[in-house]
């Protein structure tokens, strides 16, 4: 059913595309993490000869980009003689890279790209006027990425332009997803607000911060009643991968239509229970703080401080009782290998 006050995205494949764009560039990526090191690689397999990594000069992962084989200069030295400029850092690096490095080198009317809209949308970065500046936002943890390219595959994209000052931004935005591999999927055309503000919800609400929570939460009221931690983890822990991949497949009803009778009724007795109205107000709150900025207000002055939040959340998460009752269960199926 089409939704007539979302429409759908305009979606773009490698036939709408145009790669002699980006392969006729020059491209600093900075930054050679997860997914620094797999735009670098599939940007080169997919024909742009001109590369270079731009790194701190104590970074760890210097050493791999040259065995790699890309030359490796400072963020600045490689963004002053660059056309394309992809930023795959973390987003609380953006605010000082920016500030201390990109800005003073870049050269008028070459293009900043960034992978997550978020220190554009809250002004973390503020866009010099002279540049272009364009969001490719591929969905997926960068070694999958990696890994589906070289398997003629690809993810879908995100993709969108928050300043086009030569007139060529949306196609060069194109070409660099489709030379990620994205074209093979499906590029979809949007904002960097748009982007931003949902994947921040998504990550809080469902992906990292809601599933977290649920399945801890399950797991301990099973514990508290009594029943092992190692049933318990299998309930509420181990199954789920399995359903979400049926989801993935078949989409949730065609899921359901494959789950027993009995999980089925019991799935719509116990949903709208257990994520009701206070799940839908907490929801709302989310989705309000992450679009005033009053998130990453508190993400910035965490960084600042040093991540004391960020590190002690951390620890404590590993330290929980499903994390034990997991590693007992996985040092058994080792064991039995």
Known sequence: MTDPINPPLPVFHDRDCDLSIIRGKRV???????????????LRDSGVADIVIGLKTASPTRAKAQADGFPVLTAGEAAAGADVVAVMVSDEGHRDLWRDELAPAMRPGAALIFAHGLSVRFGLVEPRPDIDVVLVSPKGIGPRIRDLY?????????????????????????????ALGCGRKGILET????????DLFGEQVVLCGGAAELVDRAFMTLVRAGYPAEVAWFECFYELKLVTDLMFERGIAGAFGRISNTAEY??????????????????????AEVRDGSFVTRLMADYDAGSPELLARRKALGERLIETAGARLKAAADRAG
């Open 150 to 178: 070289e398997a003629g595959e690809g993810v879908f994209c995100l993709f969108g332009v928050h300043q086009d000052v030569t007139g060529g931004a949306r196609g060069l935005g194109l070409s660099y997803a489709a």
């Open 28 to 42: 600093a990526v900075i930054g050679y993490g997860s997914q620094g090191r797999t735009h670098a690689l599939n």
């Open 266 to 287: 019991g799935a719509y007795l116990t949903g709208p229970r257990v994520i009701g109205e206070p799940a839908q107000a907490a929801m709302d709150q989310v989705l």
């Open 191 to 198: 904002t960097f607000a748009a982007e931003c503000e949902s």
